[in-house]
Protein backbone atom coordinates (compact mmCIF):
# COMPACT_ATOMS: atom_id res chain seq x y z
CA UNK A 1 0.00 0.00 0.00
CA UNK A 2 1.38 3.09 -0.66
CA UNK A 3 1.74 6.08 -3.39
CA UNK A 4 5.28 6.25 -5.38
CA UNK A 5 7.15 8.78 -6.98
CA UNK A 6 9.78 8.41 -9.61
CA UNK A 7 11.38 10.04 -12.34
CA UNK A 8 14.80 12.02 -11.85
CA UNK A 9 14.38 10.93 -8.42
CA UNK A 10 12.59 7.40 -7.02
CA UNK A 11 10.73 6.54 -3.54
CA UNK A 12 7.72 6.02 -1.84
CA UNK A 13 5.41 8.75 0.10
CA UNK A 14 4.71 8.46 3.78
CA UNK A 15 1.40 6.88 4.53
CA UNK A 16 -0.63 8.46 6.14
CA UNK A 17 1.72 11.64 6.50
CA UNK A 18 2.92 12.79 3.18
CA UNK A 19 0.70 13.62 0.44
CA UNK A 20 0.93 12.89 -3.29
CA UNK A 21 1.35 16.89 -3.93
CA UNK A 22 4.09 17.18 -1.67
CA UNK A 23 6.83 18.83 -3.65
CA UNK A 24 3.98 21.82 -4.27
CA UNK A 25 4.85 22.27 -0.06
CA UNK A 26 8.24 22.94 -0.75
CA UNK A 27 8.01 24.97 -4.15
CA UNK A 28 5.57 27.22 -5.62
CA UNK A 29 5.22 25.29 -9.02
CA UNK A 30 1.94 23.70 -10.47
CA UNK A 31 1.64 20.22 -10.75
CA UNK A 32 0.43 18.55 -13.87
CA UNK A 33 -1.83 16.03 -15.30
CA UNK A 34 -0.87 13.44 -17.46
CA UNK A 35 -3.78 12.22 -19.82
CA UNK A 36 -3.57 8.21 -21.93
CA UNK A 37 -5.88 7.26 -24.90
CA UNK A 38 -8.73 4.59 -24.15
CA UNK A 39 -7.54 1.40 -25.89
CA UNK A 40 -4.10 2.12 -26.37
CA UNK A 41 -2.88 4.18 -22.27
CA UNK A 42 -0.46 5.87 -24.52
CA UNK A 43 0.14 9.60 -23.02
CA UNK A 44 -1.94 11.99 -25.25
CA UNK A 45 -0.07 14.63 -27.55
CA UNK A 46 -2.66 17.37 -27.49
CA UNK A 47 -2.01 18.10 -30.91
CA UNK A 48 -3.55 14.79 -31.97
CA UNK A 49 -7.10 13.58 -32.49
CA UNK A 50 -6.03 9.72 -31.63
CA UNK A 51 -3.18 8.12 -30.70
CA UNK A 52 -1.31 7.95 -33.93
CA UNK A 53 1.35 5.65 -32.72
CA UNK A 54 -0.83 2.48 -32.49
CA UNK A 55 -3.61 3.25 -35.02
CA UNK A 56 -3.68 4.09 -38.93
CA UNK A 57 -6.53 6.00 -38.28
CA UNK A 58 -9.31 8.32 -36.40
CA UNK A 59 -11.73 5.16 -37.49
CA UNK A 60 -9.83 2.03 -36.47
CA UNK A 61 -9.04 3.97 -33.30
CA UNK A 62 -12.61 5.13 -32.59
CA UNK A 63 -13.79 1.15 -33.32
CA UNK A 64 -11.72 0.08 -30.63
CA UNK A 65 -12.63 2.59 -28.17
CA UNK A 66 -16.49 2.78 -28.22
CA UNK A 67 -16.82 0.86 -24.79
CA UNK A 68 -14.53 3.03 -23.31
CA UNK A 69 -15.77 5.78 -23.80
CA UNK A 70 -18.40 7.58 -21.18
CA UNK A 71 -20.93 9.92 -21.16
CA UNK A 72 -18.61 13.16 -21.44
CA UNK A 73 -16.94 11.61 -24.83
CA UNK A 74 -13.66 11.88 -24.30
CA UNK A 75 -11.34 9.72 -26.39
CA UNK A 76 -8.87 9.83 -23.16
CA UNK A 77 -8.48 9.58 -19.29
CA UNK A 78 -6.77 11.20 -16.11
CA UNK A 79 -3.74 8.76 -15.61
CA UNK A 80 -4.04 9.23 -11.85
CA UNK A 81 -0.17 10.83 -11.69
CA UNK A 82 0.69 14.48 -11.28
CA UNK A 83 4.06 15.26 -12.89
CA UNK A 84 6.41 18.06 -11.72
CA UNK A 85 9.12 19.57 -13.98
CA UNK A 86 11.68 21.51 -12.12
CA UNK A 87 14.59 23.14 -13.60
CA UNK A 88 17.06 26.17 -12.40
CA UNK A 89 16.76 27.46 -14.99
CA UNK A 90 13.12 28.50 -13.59
CA UNK A 91 14.84 29.41 -10.45
CA UNK A 92 13.85 26.40 -8.19
CA UNK A 93 16.98 25.43 -6.86
CA UNK A 94 16.99 28.68 -4.83
CA UNK A 95 13.88 28.22 -4.00
CA UNK A 96 14.16 24.95 -2.68
CA UNK A 97 17.35 25.91 -0.81
CA UNK A 98 15.35 28.66 1.11
CA UNK A 99 12.57 26.12 1.94
CA UNK A 100 15.50 23.09 3.17
CA UNK A 101 17.02 25.70 5.03
CA UNK A 102 13.79 26.71 6.83
CA UNK A 103 12.60 23.30 7.67
CA UNK A 104 16.23 22.48 9.14
CA UNK A 105 15.51 24.79 11.80
CA UNK A 106 12.03 23.05 12.30
CA UNK A 107 13.24 19.54 12.43
CA UNK A 108 15.48 18.30 15.23
CA UNK A 109 19.28 18.67 14.62
CA UNK A 110 20.19 15.12 15.10
CA UNK A 111 17.88 13.86 12.46
CA UNK A 112 18.86 16.94 10.05
CA UNK A 113 22.72 15.91 10.43
CA UNK A 114 21.92 12.38 9.02
CA UNK A 115 20.07 13.25 6.33
CA UNK A 116 23.23 15.50 5.28
CA UNK A 117 25.59 12.94 5.38
CA UNK A 118 24.21 11.29 2.33
CA UNK A 119 22.71 14.47 0.80
CA UNK A 120 25.58 14.56 -2.08
CA UNK A 121 25.63 10.99 -2.23
CA UNK A 122 24.29 9.91 -5.73
CA UNK A 123 22.15 7.08 -4.37
CA UNK A 124 20.22 9.95 -2.37
CA UNK A 125 18.26 9.78 -5.82
CA UNK A 126 16.46 6.42 -5.62
CA UNK A 127 14.91 6.32 -1.78
CA UNK A 128 14.54 2.31 -2.24
CA UNK A 129 18.45 2.13 -1.94
CA UNK A 130 18.49 2.26 1.72
CA UNK A 131 20.00 5.96 1.51
CA UNK A 132 18.05 7.34 4.67
CA UNK A 133 17.98 4.18 6.55
CA UNK A 134 20.00 5.74 9.63
CA UNK A 135 18.09 9.02 9.41
CA UNK A 136 14.68 7.57 9.47
CA UNK A 137 16.59 5.26 12.47
CA UNK A 138 17.31 8.39 14.19
CA UNK A 139 13.94 9.96 13.58
CA UNK A 140 12.13 6.86 15.42
CA UNK A 141 14.64 7.26 18.18
CA UNK A 142 13.14 10.82 18.23
CA UNK A 143 9.66 10.77 17.54
CA UNK A 144 7.66 8.47 18.69
CA UNK A 145 4.22 9.41 19.39
CA UNK A 146 1.47 10.15 17.06
CA UNK A 147 1.19 13.54 18.03
CA UNK A 148 4.36 13.48 15.85
CA UNK A 149 2.71 13.56 12.52
CA UNK A 150 3.78 17.56 12.08
CA UNK A 151 7.25 16.78 12.47
CA UNK A 152 6.79 13.61 10.85
CA UNK A 153 5.74 15.60 7.77
CA UNK A 154 8.01 18.11 7.83
CA UNK A 155 11.33 15.02 7.82
CA UNK A 156 9.58 13.41 4.96
CA UNK A 157 9.26 16.35 2.68
CA UNK A 158 13.12 17.19 3.67
CA UNK A 159 14.21 13.91 2.40
CA UNK A 160 12.27 14.68 -1.15
CA UNK A 161 13.72 18.43 -1.35
CA UNK A 162 17.18 16.63 -0.89
CA UNK A 163 16.53 14.36 -3.57
CA UNK A 164 15.42 17.13 -5.75
CA UNK A 165 18.07 19.20 -4.52
CA UNK A 166 20.63 16.55 -5.90
CA UNK A 167 18.78 15.83 -9.28
CA UNK A 168 18.59 19.99 -10.05
CA UNK A 169 22.25 20.29 -8.83
CA UNK A 170 23.45 17.61 -11.19
CA UNK A 171 21.54 18.37 -14.05
CA UNK A 172 19.85 21.13 -13.75
CA UNK A 173 16.26 19.52 -13.77
CA UNK A 174 14.03 16.91 -12.05
CA UNK A 175 11.19 15.55 -13.46
CA UNK A 176 9.36 13.47 -11.42
CA UNK A 177 5.80 11.57 -11.66
CA UNK A 178 3.46 10.78 -8.51
CA UNK A 179 0.73 8.38 -8.18
CA UNK A 180 -2.28 10.00 -6.60
Do not use: P
Not at 104 to 114: P, T
Not at 133 to 152: G, H, P, R, T, V
Amino acid sequence: MGRFYSGDINGKFWFGIQGSGDIGELLNVEATHEYAWHGCNCYVDTDDEYCKSCYENKEDFMEDVKDEIGEDGLLYYEDGNINYSLSCIEGHLEELERALYKLENEINKEVVEEYKKVENNESICDAFTGVFNDAEKKMNEIYSDEKDNEKLALIARYGLGLQIKYSLKNTGTCNVSCEL
